[in-house]
């Protein structure tokens, strides 16, 4: 039997900061020291109030049961609204479905559903070609359609403001984005981008085509900058040259690449509010620090901040 429910009844918290929301993304940890790691992150964050907290999906589902723990376990002992990422690699339909419905009866409403990329078999372990699973969702979108069959979860897509690299141009991406929505998706959280004017070009274009599902920015503390080049070059992020100037022999210098970093990211995310963002989601790397620091420039103070004030 399908369950349902309606999302409205399943609303997410409410704003922070008068009007500015949250959201983090944590992957699952490897090991011991790395769940430590994780979970304290989850603590110091917890009390900002975050919309949703996802947990990320590895490539061929090679992280299926820790994504699987981890997201029950935030959902089950914090009290925050957990978030599940499932791709299409690696799996059939059936299989997917089955998973989908672990979550649901686990108590997870949002599923963040992406194409997913093979494992890395090239240069630097980066994704080899894409090639569908047989008997599996395809594309993103038909595994959206799936997962409204399975049940009424609230389901967030990606989105790229600079191009999907695999996309053979700027409008079959964002035809790419809108098959998306319409299938059933209602929220798309974007690759990470430090151009702030190519983001705002893309929510006019996709606000054009008829996209009317609010396109949140995704935004990428910088922890090590020489690591974050990797990032930008897999998924196709500009880097500005300004940007490479200011981490420009840092290296070595922790407690102001920390300092650079936030105030980076601060002026980035206060440009995008003034033209009218009201929602960022960090990409945080289990990491806290500097996502905390940033969200406490901005603003930002969760419920659980306020009643402690």
Known sequence: MTPTSSRNAEALPPDPAG?????????????EKMEETLWASIRRLAPLGPRFVS???????????????????IQSETGLVAAAHLTCVGAT??????????????????VVALRGDPPGDGVGGIAGTYTPHPGGY?????????????????????????????????E???????RKIDAGAT????????????????????AAAGVSVPIVPG???????????????????????????????LDDEPETRALVAATVAVEQCRTLHAEGVREFHFYTLNRAELTLAICRMLGVRGDREAAAA
């Open 19 to 31: 009007g500015l929301g949250v959201s983090f993304e944590f992957f699952p940890p490897k090991t």
């Open 55 to 73: 947990v990320t999906y590895g490539a061929g589902g090679t992280t299926r049961e820790r994504t699987h723990g981890t997201v029950a376990r």
């Open 93 to 110: 339909r059936d299989e997917i479905d089955e998973v989908a419905r672990g979550y649901w009866e686990a108590g997870i409403r949002h």
């Open 138 to 170: 395809p594309y993103a979108a038909d595994l959206v359609a799936g997962l409204r069959r399975v049940a009424d979860f609230e389901i967030s897509v990606a989105a790229y403001p600079e191009v999907h690299p695999a996309a053979p141009s700027a």
């Open 172 to 178: 079959f991406d964002l035809d790419n984005l809108k």
């Open 187 to 206: 929220r798309a959280i974007t690759q990470f981008f430090f151009d702030n004017a190519a983001y705002l070009r893309f929510r006019d274009r996709a």
């Open 219 to 249: 935004i990428l503390p910088i922890t090590n900058f020489a690591r974050t080049i990797q990032f930008a070059e897999a998924c196709g992020a500009s880097v500005p040259p300004a940007l490479a100037e200011l981490f420009d022999g």
